[in-house]
C-alpha cells in the first residue's frame, strides 16, 4: 500500500516549508507555478502580503549575522529607492520648470545676448520696475519699424511656435508612448489600489512624458505640468526599484514604494512638502492604513523639495515661481461675502467644467476626431494661441498668470499690464473675466487630448482671474464708498492699503480648484505653503468648504473620480456606502447558473486551454456538482498548463509525453488517492495539494467580471471512470485565502469589506454549494451607477 506521502505529495512540503537545514538556514520551499501578474488584471494583495512576511521570515530565520543584516539590507534598499526618486524628481522638476519658461518665452522673443536665456535669465542684473533692453521682441530684433509689420511677426512666431510645440508633443505620445497622454493621476490611483499597467510605468513613457510635457505647456495650451509630475515620479520610482529583486517579486512593496513617489511629485510640482503627503492621504488614499508609507512619502516630499531648491530652477531662492508673502496679513469681517461668494462661484464651476470636459471626451471618442488626434492638437492650439495673443492676461503662460494675480500692488515692483492701475479698474476687471472665461472652454476641451495635460495649474489660473476680478471690485466699491457701514472696518482713507486684490486671487484659485478635484485639507495646506501667509488659512479653509459643498450637491464626483468611472478602472472610493433599500448579496451577486465554472474530473487540459482562450476573465469557481471545490485563478492555471511537458524532448521519465485528453482534478478525493500508486500520482511538477473545504476558503484573487453563462464541454468521462495515469492534479491552481460569506449578508457590509480588505472577489455558499459570486468590478460598476457615462471611454470591454 503506498506510503502517505506518496498519496498527499503536498503534506510533506507543507511540513518542510518551515525547517532549518543542517547549516542551520530555513529551508527554502520548493517551486511554485506562478505567472507574473499581466496588464489589465489585479494583485492579490492578500497573497502578496503574506509571500512578503514569509519572505521577512526566511531572511530572519537565517543562522547567524545573515538573519540580523538580510532584513537590514532589505529595508535599505527601500529606502534607497525612496531617496533617489526624490532626490530625481526634484531635479527633473527644476529641468522641466528650466525648459517650459525658455520654451514659452522664446515665442515672444530672445535674449540679444545668448539665445539660451530665458526672460528671468536675460534681465536677471535689472532693477524691479526698469526696462530690460537685453530682452528683445522678435520685431525689435529683426529691425521692423512698422507697427503693423512688427505685431503681424509677433503674431505669427507666436502661433507657430505654439503649433510646433504643441504638434511634437502629439506626435512623441501617438507614435512612442500612448500612455504619456493626460494627467496620470487617474491610473496611478488604479495601480496603487491594485490593479496592474506595468506598461504605464516604462521608462520609454517617462522620457515621452516628461519631454512632451515641456513642449505642451509651452506650447500655451490651456494644461499644466502640476498633475503629470505625480506620474513621472512614480515612473522614476518604478524604473529605480527594478535594480532590487526584492520589488520584482512582490506587488504590494512595489505599491508603497509608488505611493511614496506620488508624495514627492506633488512636493515638487507645487513645492509644497507637507501638501504632497496629505495629497496622497485624501485624494491617492494611500497612507491610512500603512504609517510606514506616510513616513516614507515624508522623507521623499522633503527631499524632493531640497532637490528642487537646490537646482533653483526661478532663480529666486524658491520653490515656485508664485510664491508670495503678503504685506497686509489682516483681513475685516466684511471680507467674508464676497469670499463664500468665490466659494460658491468655484463650487458650481468646477462641477460645469467636469461636466463640459466628459461631454467633450464622449464626444471625441465618438467622432472622427478619435481617428485624428495629432491633427485635433494642431487645431485647438493653433485656436488657442491665436485668441489668447489678442488678451493680455492670456498671452503669457500661466505660471506667469498666476504669480502677479497673486502679487499685491507695489510702487517698487512696476505695475504688470496696468493690473494696479486704479483708473483702468473696470477695464482690467473685463479682461480678467474674459481670460477666465476663455481659459474655462479651453481647458474643457484640453483635459483629454492626446499630449501630456494637467488640471491644477488651469484651473488655479481661471480661479485666480475670477478672484482677482472680485478683489477689484470690492477694493473699487470702497474707493467709491469709504464711508459706508460696510467698510466701517477699514481706514477713511481709501488711499490707504484696506482690500488686497492678491488675495481675493488665492481664494479664487482655491475654490475653482476645489470644485474640479473636491479636495480639502491637502489643498488648503498647499495654497498655505505657496503663500505663506499663514493668517488667511482661515479664509482659504472657507473658500474650500463652500466650493466642495456645493460642488458635491451638483455631482459627488471630481475631476479624478469621473475619468476613472469613464475608463472603468477597477478602483473603489473610499467613500461611506449608506444602504437605504436593506439589499442583501443575493441583490447584487450573480447566481451560480450565470458564472463560467470549471466542473472537477469533467475537464481536460485541452477544455483549460480552450477555455483560457475563449474566456479573458481573471479566475473560474470550480465545483463538483453543486458543492464548491475552491477558486482557480488565471494566472496559476495558465502557469500550471505551460509547465505541463509536451514533447518527448521535454518529457520526465515517468511519462514520455502528455495526452492533451487528459483528465484534470482540483482536489484529491478518497478514491484517487487510494489508486493511485506512487509512480503515477502526478506526471506534472511538483504542485501543493491544498484542498480547501467550502468552510475555510478566504482570498481575494483576481478580479474577474462574470457576465455570460458558459458550461465546460465534458468531453471526458467522470473520473471515477478513468484511468489513474490520466488523472493530473491541478490543486495548486486553487487559491487558498477565498473569502466565502451567506448571501443573506447585508449590502452595505460586503461593500465595505471590499474597500476595508482589498478583496477582488467575494464567493456565496450555502452547506457548501456554490450560490453566486461578486466581484469587485461588480462593486465598482454600483459605487459608480449614479454616474451616466461609468465605461464610456472603455477602449475594450475588460476582462477582469
Not at 537545514?21 to 507574473?36: F, M, S, W
Request: glycine content about 8%.
Amino acid at each position: 500500500m503506498p506510503s502517505s506521502s506518496a498519496r498527499r505529495p503536498s503534506t510533506h512540503y507543507d511540513g518542510e516549508q518551515y525547517e532549518l537545514t543542517e547549516e542551520g538556514r530555513l529551508l527554502e520551499p520548493k517551486q511554485t507555478y506562478t505567472a507574473k501578474y499581466k496588464d489589465g488584471a489585479s494583485i492579490d494583495w492578500s497573497q502578496e502580503e503574506m509571500a512578503e512576511r514569509e519572505h521577512q521570515q526566511r531572511l530572519k530565520s537565517q543562522a547567524g549575522v545573515r538573519g540580523i543584516l538580510s532584513p537590514a539590507f532589505e529595508a535599505a534598499c527601500g529606502w534607497l529607492v525612496v531617496i533617489l526618486t526624490g532626490i530625481g524628481v526634484g531635479i527633473a522638476g527644476a529641468w522641466l520648470d528650466v525648459l517650459v519658461k525658455w520654451l514659452g518665452d522664446l515665442r515672444e522673443g530672445r535674449c540679444s545676448y545668448g539665445f539660451f536665456y530665458n526672460q528671468v535669465a536675460c534681465c536677471s542684473g535689472i532693477d524691479p520696475g526698469e526696462v530690460c533692453y537685453e530682452w528683445q521682441s522678435w520685431s525689435t530684433y529683426y529691425g521692423f519699424r512698422s507697427i503693423f509689420g512688427a505685431s503681424l511677426l509677433q503674431s505669427f512666431v507666436y502661433v507657430a511656435l505654439a503649433i510646433i510645440f504643441a504638434a511634437s508633443a502629439a506626435v512623441l505620445v501617438v507614435t512612442y508612448a500612448p500612455y504619456a497622454f493626460h494627467t496620470g493621476i487617474p491610473e496611478i490611483k488604479a495601480i496603487l489600489g491594485g490593479y496592474v499597467l506595468d506598461a504605464f510605468l516604462s521608462p520609454w513613457t517617462l522620457l515621452i512624458k516628461a519631454l512632451g510635457l515641456a513642449l505642451a505647456v509651452a506650447s500655451g495650451l490651456s494644461l499644466g505640468k502640476e498633475g503629470p509630475l505625480v506620474h513621472v515620479s512614480c515612473c522614476l520610482a518604478f524604473l529605480i526599484s527594478r535594480f532590487f529583486k526584492q520589488f520584482q517579486n512582490n506587488e504590494a512593496s512595489k505599491r508603497k514604494l509608488l505611493a511614496a513617489a506620488a508624495a514627492a511629485g506633488v512636493s515638487v510640482a507645487f513645492g509644497s512638502p507637507l501638501g504632497g503627503v496629505l495629497f496622497g492621504l485624501e485624494e491617492l488614499e494611500t497612507f491610512s492604513n500603512e504609517s510606514e508609507v506616510m513616513w516614507k512619502g515624508f522623507v521623499a516630499s522633503g527631499i524632493a523639495a531640497v532637490a528642487l531648491q537646490w537646482v533653483n530652477p526661478f532663480g529666486t531662492a524658491k520653490l515656485v515661481l508664485f510664491q508670495v508673502t503678503f504685506v497686509n496679513d489682516t483681513w475685516r469681517a466684511f471680507e467674508l461675502v464676497p469670499w463664500l461668494s468665490l466659494g460658491v462661484i468655484g463650487g458650481i464651476l468646477g462641477s460645469l467644467l467636469i461636466k463640459l470636459n466628459v461631454k467633450v471626451a464622449i464626444y471625441r471618442k465618438n467622432s472622427i476626431i478619435s481617428d485624428w488626434p495629432i491633427l485635433e492638437v494642431v487645431c485647438i492650439s493653433a485656436a488657442t494661441a491665436a485668441v489668447s495673443y489678442l488678451v493680455v492676461f492670456a498671452r503669457v503662460q500661466s505660471s506667469e498668470l498666476v504669480a502677479n494675480l497673486f502679487q499685491e500692488c507695489d510702487p517698487a515692483k512696476g505695475d504688470y499690464h496696468g493690473l494696479c492701475n486704479p483708473t483702468a479698474s473696470g477695464q482690467n476687471i473685463f479682461l480678467l473675466l474674459l481670460t477666465a472665461a476663455m481659459k474655462f472652454f479651453f481647458t474643457a476641451w484640453t483635459f483629454g487630448m492626446m499630449v501630456p495635460a494637467g488640471i491644477f495649474l488651469p484651473t488655479i489660473a481661471i480661479g485666480a482671474c475670477l478672484g482677482r476680478a472680485v478683489g477689484l471690485i470690492t477694493q473699487s466699491m470702497y474707493r467709491f464708498y469709504p464711508t459706508a457701514w460696510v467698510f466701517l472696518s477699514c481706514p477713511p482713507d481709501p488711499s490707504v492699503r484696506c482690500i488686497s486684490p492678491g488675495f481675493y486671487a488665492v481664494i479664487g484659485a482655491a475654490a475653482m480648484l476645489g470644485g474640479v478635484t473636491r479636495m480639502t485639507i491637502s489643498l488648503v495646506v498647499i495654497l498655505f505653503e505657496l503663500t505663506g501667509a499663514l493668517s488667511h488659512v482661515l479664509p482659504i479653509m472657507i473658500a474650500v468648504m463652500t466650493a466642495k459643498w456645493v460642488g458635491d450637491a451638483q455631482g459627488i464626483d471630481g475631476i479624478y473620480s469621473v475619468w476613472i468611472a469613464m475608463r472603468r478602472y477597477p478602483w473603489l472610493p473610499p467613500v461611506d456606502f449608506k444602504d437605504t433599500q436593506a439589499a442583501t448579496g443575493e441583490n447584487i451577486m450573480k447566481s451560480a447558473d450565470r458564472l463560467v465554472k470549471i466542473e472537477e474530473g469533467n475537464v481536460t487540459v485541452t477544455d483549460l486551454e480552450k477555455m483560457l482562450a475563449r474566456h479573458g476573465y481573471s479566475g473560474f469557481p470550480v465545483v463538483n456538482g453543486q458543492e464548491l471545490v475552491g477558486y482557480a485563478s488565471r494566472t496559476k492555471l495558465q502557469a500550471l498548463l505551460d509547465a505541463l511537458p509536451r514533447s518527448p524532448s521535454s518529457a520526465s521519465k515517468i511519462c514520455s509525453f502528455l495526452p492533451p485528453n487528459r483528465q484534470t482534478i482540483f482536489s484529491s478525493s478518497p478514491q484517487s488517492e487510494h489508486n493511485t500508486p506512487n509512480d503515477t500520482a502526478i506526471a506534472t511538477p511538483p504542485s501543493v495539494n491544498k484542498t480547501p473545504s467550502s468552510n475555510s476558503l478566504y482570498s481575494s484573487p483576481e478580479i474577474i467580471d462574470i457576465l455570460e453563462t458558459t458550461a465546460i464541454p465534458a468531453t471526458s468521462q467522470p473520473i471515477e471512470n478513468s484511468n489513474v495515469e490520466d488523472i493530473i492534479n491541478f490543486s495548486s491552481a486553487l487559491d487558498s485565502t477565498t473569502l466565502q460569506l451567506r448571501k443573506q449578508v447585508p449590502r452595505e457590509l460586503i461593500i465595505t469589506m471590499f474597500q476595508k480588505m482589498n478583496l477582488r472577489e467575494v464567493l456565496f455558499t450555502e452547506d457548501g454549494r456554490l450560490e453566486g459570486m461578486l466581484t469587485k468590478r461588480d462593486i465598482t460598476r454600483l459605487l459608480t451607477s449614479h454616474f451616466d457615462h461609468a465605461a464610456a471611454l472603455c477602449v475594450s470591454p475588460s476582462s477582469g
